[in-house]
């Protein structure tokens, strides 16, 4: 069965501070990784998308890696600011068509002054 | 939220009753989706439609109906609602054929949240 693990399920970390995210796969096939920031009360919000020849890739002061062998990704924020409160998705998907998605269940963040 | 808008955005319900949750775009993407968001749960696809009047089931289809009459409308249908019903559904949108991209991304509307008693 296709399963997407985050760690930890959820997270405090101060102001200013680095934190990583973690994602392990078993999805397969493989065609694209994707991680989504998630504020309370909206919908999903893209931040990357990774396909299978990319290890790395960042927007703004997020970092997303991807390992394909061992399917573990990882998303690094840097500098965290109070507005990074938020859950963030790994999801994988087995196809470019993007219409067979697998989520995984989240990780809480907490950002405090 | 990418020209997505969802309809109605909370609702309480009672076991046994129809609920019909509407999803409007005005992107004119293909793909239209719908999941549902619980506690404990990724998001889990309900039902897809990759054109007019072409839909196809999710992983969680049991229970629930969806029609595509036009582009920009897609309807999710609870024909009896159950207390198992009770979540937050999003409604999702994408895609293909734009340059330079050779995957899918989908955008999510705000959600509808519904309680059933």
């Known amino acids: 069965k296709n399963q997407v693990e985050q760690s930890p399920q959820s997270l405090i970390i101060l102001e200013g501070k680095n934190c990583t995210l973690q994602?392990?796969?078993?999805?397969?096939?493989?065609?694209?990784l994707r991680w989504y920031k998630q504020d309370t009360g909206r919908g999903p919000v893209s931040l990357t998308i990774?396909?299978?020849?990319?290890n790395t890739k960042s927007n703004g002061r997020y970092t997303a890696t991807l390992d394909a062998d061992t399917k573990q990704s990882s998303l690094h924020i840097t500098a965290s600011q109070l507005s990074d409160s938020a859950s963030y998705i790994c999801v994988v998907s087995v196809n470019n068509a993007g219409n067979m998605l697998t989520f995984g269940g989240g990780t809480r963040l907490m950002v405090k002054p | 939220d990418a020209g997505i808008t969802q309809s109605p955005r909370h609702k309480v319900t009672e076991t046994g009753t129809p609920v019909t949750l509407r999803c409007h775009q005005t992107e004119n993407h293909r793909y239209m989706y719908w999941y549902r968001q619980d506690p404990g749960h990724g998001l889990r696809l309900i039902h897809y439609s990759y054109g007019v009047k072409d839909t196809d089931k999710g992983e969680v289809s049991d229970g629930y109906s969806v029609s595509r009459s036009k582009t920009e409308d897609f309807l999710l249908t609870l024909e009896s609602a159950t207390s198992s019903q009770t979540s937050v559904y999003f409604c999702a949108i994408s895609d293909l054929g734009l340059a330079g991209v050779t995957y899918n991304e989908q955008f999510f509307g705000p959600g509808t949240r519904l309680t059933v008693l």
């Open positions: 994602c392990n796969y078993t999805v397969s096939p493989f065609s694209n």
């Open positions: 990774m396909t299978f020849s990319e």
